[in-house]
């Protein structure tokens, strides 16, 4: 069966140090986004990607940065990791406008 | 900037019964609008969309009604089962990209 996965799911780092984020997905979906998720917020979209070699920024782009060299994957690398990046990240793919097909996350913790 | 509001207190429903939550959204007119369901310590999962030319979707035990004139989408799920106990997120369409609000959580009292 097809599905999206995301490693590690959990990750303690310090501050100040380079994280990437991986999401995998075997859905064959060109759009693929990241989302990270706190408390009393909705999910707010970091990156997204429509194809290969395609990336945008979203709502909360600053200090997040993504590349997508083939369809299934788009890692989520954290250049300099801040104790306000501390969250869970959720991955998730779609084949068009419709829905989303969401990673099961991974919890960040920035000490 | 767009906002969207759902419930931020839980809402504790009887076994049997039917659960309704809102979603009610300023400064847009959305394309269209998806309903999707949240466990702890897990994505989400899409439910339902209905689109701005639908005035109601059903799926099963779950019904989804969208007032663009309101700005407000309601969600229902009838003979409601503590299965059913979940964060129920809502998200509307703005440019291919979905808007998210902090979602609903849900408990089914047996």
């Known amino acids: 069966d097809a599905e999206i996965t995301q490693s590690p799911r959990h990750k303690i780092t310090e501050t100040g140090r380079q994280v990437t984020l991986a999401c995998h997905q075997t859905?064959?979906?060109?759009?693929m986004f990241w989302y990270r998720q706190d408390l009393g917020h909705g999910l707010r979209l970091i990156h997204y990607s429509y194809g290969v070699q395609d990336t945008n920024k979203g709502e909360v782009s600053d200090g997040y940065s993504v590349s997508r060299s083939n369809t299934e994957d788009l890692p989520l690398t954290l250049e300099s990791a801040a104790s306000s990046q501390t969250s869970v990240y959720f991955c998730?793919?779609?084949?068009?406008?419709?829905?989303?097909?969401f990673g099961p996350g991974t919890r960040l913790t920035v000490t | 900037s767009q906002k969207i509001e759902q419930n931020s207190e839980a809402l504790n429903i009887q076994e049997g019964k039917t659960a309704t939550l809102t979603c009610n959204y300023t400064n847009y007119s959305p394309a269209y609008l998806q309903w999707y369901r949240q466990d702890p310590g897990r994505g989400p999962v899409f439910l339902l969309l209905?689109?701005?030319n639908e005035k109601e979707k059903r799926k099963e035990r779950l019904k989804v009604t969208f007032d663009t004139t309101l700005k407000q989408s309601l969600f229902h799920i009838t003979a409601s089962q503590p299965a059913d106990s979940a964060t129920y997120l809502c998200?509307?369409?703005?440019?291919?990209?979905?808007?998210w609000g902090a979602g609903t959580k849900l408990i089914i009292k047996p």
């Open positions: 998200a509307l369409d703005r440019n291919y990209q979905l808007i």
């Open positions: 209905i689109r701005e």
């Open positions: 859905w064959n979906h060109n759009n």
């Open positions: 998730a793919s779609s084949p068009d406008r419709d829905e989303q097909y």
